[in-house]
């Protein structure tokens, strides 16, 4: 895969963007309205139009027998993650360490699954949905909705370090004090410093994981029974209450 020097080094400044080939929005509805709940994690284009929403929104309805009333919230909630992302275009970023740690901690129907993996933030052509074939293929997962679940939440945590970046790169600025754009990285959800991990594990180029050179992230995949799933969704509805 091209990678693209911009990416290189802890200070490089560029404009606010995903690292993937394709600068998507990751989006998540969790809506409930009189008790029934729609869940969806899905990818948007922010250079569609905004008409394009309330004609998702609706398309979802009709298709799922939604009430008549989730269109408006659902066309809310994902205008309200577009404008939040459109909110950062065209500020600039630190382009932060080369490598991220990416973990993985998801349940898609009845399977488990549990992973941590570095990430090369210097390769636009990165793609999450390969990465999230080729695990299902090594993992022999077979639920087509596992795929897409893992790119979502992988595509989640490079956009939560690319805000984290936007703001790294104002607070140098603010500071004046020179310090490098990697310091400013949290923990958060990727759980962890990218420095200390490069020098522990060391610096490989290719986004695709070889199980071979990384065998200390081994991943977990687990097939749940029917009343594990009954009792992982009591719990987290209760979770929620």
């Given at each position: 895969?091209?990678?693209?020097?911009?990416?290189g080094?802890?200070k490089?400044?560029?404009k606010?963007?995903?690292?993937t080939?394709?600068?998507?929005?990751?989006?998540?509805?969790?809506i409930?309205?009189?008790?029934?709940?729609?869940?969806?994690a899905?990818?948007?284009?922010?250079?569609?139009?905004?008409?394009?929403?309330?004609?998702?929104?609706?398309?979802?309805?009709?298709?799922?027998?939604?009430?008549?009333a989730f269109?408006?919230?659902?066309?809310?909630?994902?205008?309200?993650?577009l404008?939040?992302?459109?909110?950062?275009?065209?500020?600039?970023m630190?382009?932060?360490?080369?490598v991220?740690?990416i973990?993985?901690?998801?349940?898609v129907?009845?399977t488990?699954?549990k992973?941590?993996?570095?990430?090369?933030?210097?390769?636009?052509?990165?793609?999450?949905?390969?990465?999230?074939?080729?695990?299902?293929?090594d993992?022999?997962?077979?639920?087509?909705e596992?795929?897409?679940?893992?790119?979502?939440?992988?595509?989640?945590?490079?956009?939560?370090i690319?805000?984290?970046?936007?703001?790294?790169?104002?607070?140098?600025r603010?500071?004046?004090?020179?310090?490098?754009?990697?310091?400013?990285?949290s923990a958060?959800?990727?759980?962890?410093n990218?420095?200390?991990?490069?020098k522990?594990f060391?610096?490989?180029?290719?986004?695709?994981?070889?199980?071979k050179e990384?065998?200390?992230?081994e991943?977990?995949?687990?097939?749940?029974?029917?009343?594990?799933?009954?009792?992982?969704?009591?719990?987290?509805e209760?979770?929620i209450?």
């Amino acid at each position: 895969m091209k990678s693209h020097s911009a990416w290189g080094t802890s200070k490089s400044l560029v404009k606010f963007r995903i690292p993937t080939s394709d600068n998507l929005v990751p989006i998540r509805l969790d809506i409930e309205i009189d008790g029934q709940r729609f869940r969806d994690a899905f990818t948007w284009n922010p250079s569609d139009p905004d008409s394009e929403v309330v004609v998702f929104a609706k398309r979802t309805v009709k298709d799922l027998k939604l009430p008549p009333a989730f269109v408006t919230q659902i066309a809310q909630s994902i205008q309200t993650q577009l404008t939040e992302f459109r909110s950062y275009e065209g500020q600039d970023m630190y382009t932060g360490e080369r490598v991220v740690p990416i973990k993985l901690d998801l349940r898609v129907n009845h399977t488990l699954i549990k992973d941590h993996f570095l990430w090369e933030l210097n390769n636009f052509e990165s793609d999450p949905e390969e990465f999230a074939r080729n695990f299902c293929k090594d993992m022999g997962i077979e639920d087509p909705e596992v795929g897409p679940a893992i790119a979502i939440a992988i595509r989640e945590q490079l956009y939560e370090i690319a805000v984290q970046s936007v703001t790294s790169a104002k607070e140098s600025r603010i500071s004046k004090k020179g310090r490098r754009a990697g310091e400013f990285f949290s923990a958060s959800k990727t759980g962890g410093n990218a420095v200390d991990l490069v020098k522990l594990f060391g610096n490989k180029s290719s986004v695709i994981r070889k199980r071979k050179e990384w065998d200390v992230y081994e991943p977990i995949v687990d097939l749940l029974s029917n009343e594990e799933v009954d009792a992982l969704e009591a719990k987290e509805e209760r979770n929620i209450r």
